[in-house]
């Protein structure tokens, strides 16, 4: 890695969201950061980009990263990025495109978390979409967080390095993503996680095991990590849980 | 690109779906493939594949591409893969990342087309979640296919070498999935789709010209391509248009 200045990155303020997976890699990295979100005048900072005409590559929606001249919005091409600047992904060109396909897997679970509570439109709030979350959420429960969980636990038993990473035998990106989802699916669905983790202890582990990396537990108890709440992507509304 | 023996795509029989995309690639490139999803056992194939506990690095879910020793899924994770075999992508590093994120817009864009029929559940028929689907696909029509075309025709604009390509000034596989969407979108919501892409006139022409790009003329004219129907992402209910 060359020095290099420090990154911005822009996102919502206020909530964890898809923001804290590229701040996990950067605190796991290691890398000097800019936190639009927790800066005064972050939010506008974040809309006069997403508005300039003048960028010839804008991107479509938060979180997005600018490392120097390079603005790089899709939480999975970000950490693809970071994870070669950083040794967050694996040097060679199949380990780096296993732990990519980790992470849009990954990104797909949190995906459908997010409809869980906003399977109409993301425009209206909640309360305008309550019996459509009910119905979604339980499908949720019942197939979908088993069925992702239970694969993230099939290829953590397949890895031929052990179970402790989901690639090979060292940390990765997709350890850390896979860390923050297991937080969000407990804060946001308590009982239909704990069922699903009981079946999945190398899930369970890993994640457990990513909270002490020394930079990410620092990372934890700082005011840098911020709680998740009722606004984010994982929010915790009882009835959802079943 | 060195010699070798024949790609493998797995995906369902019977529909395009995301699989099309990693056809599009394959015949754009020129790149011998066998698709089980049009061979015989093809289906029992990729099922036996899903399912192998031998497998260090199984698939979550179609479609995934055997490439020798590798078996990749994810469909933005084999474009990525075939983009840099095939120069169907830049060589150089900003500009494969840009491609990239082009291409998980695209695949949100899709997620959230399948989920107007399917906004309660995958495994649920349509005809079970018919008031939520209209719901959903109100939103759709009115917010979410003007934003995402919107987006594409800005960055068509925006591109320095013109808007004739998504990335710099040659075809990507970004190109080809924008074409593909912009198919399927005029087959599933043929009224909202034509008001769209009135606005959005780079975008209508960048899929008129993929169209006619030699190998994917030949493709779009042979037996391969297969026709949208009401078993994929992109299905046509009159009532979902409005």
Chains 1, 2 share one sequence.
Not at 22 to 44: C, K, N, S, T, W
Not at 58 to 70: I, N, Q, S, T, V
Not at 109 to 122: G, I, Q, R, W, Y
Request: proline content about 9%; glycine content about 8%.
């Amino acid at each position: 890695m060359t020095q290099q200045s420090a990154y911005e990155l822009f996102y919502w303020p206020g909530l964890p969201g898809r923001g804290e997976f590229v701040r996990l890699a950067l605190e796991a990295a290691g890398a000097p950061y800019i936190d639009h979100a927790q800066q005064p005048g972050g939010m506008a900072a974040m809309q006069a980009l997403l508005e300039d005409p003048a960028l010839p590559r804008p991107p479509f929606a938060p979180p997005f990263l600018r490392d120097g001249r390079l603005l790089i919005g899709q939480t999975a091409a970000i950490l693809l990025h970071l994870g070669q600047r950083h040794g967050l992904a694996p040097a060679e060109e199949e380990g780096r495109l296993w732990c990519h396909q980790i992470q849009l897997t990954i990104a797909d679970l949190v995906a459908e978390t997010h409809d869980t509570h906003h399977p109409v439109a993301s425009a209206l709030y909640y309360e305008d979409q309550k019996p459509e979350a009910a119905r979604r959420a339980k499908d949720f429960r019942d197939n979908r967080i088993p069925k992702f969980l239970g694969w993230f636990e099939r290829i953590l038993a397949a890895n031929p390095a052990g179970p402790a990473h989901l690639v090979g035998h060292a940390r990765s990106y997709a350890d850390l993503s896979l860390f923050q989802t297991v937080e969000g699916l407990r804060y946001a669905f308590p009982r239909a996680s704990a069922r699903a983790l009981q079946q999945t202890p190398h899930v369970a582990a890993l994640a457990a095991s990513v909270a002490e990396w020394p930079r990410i537990a620092a990372y934890l108890a700082s005011p840098r990590r911020q709680p998740f709440s009722q606004n984010g992507i994982f929010r915790h509304y009882p009835e959802l849980d079943g």
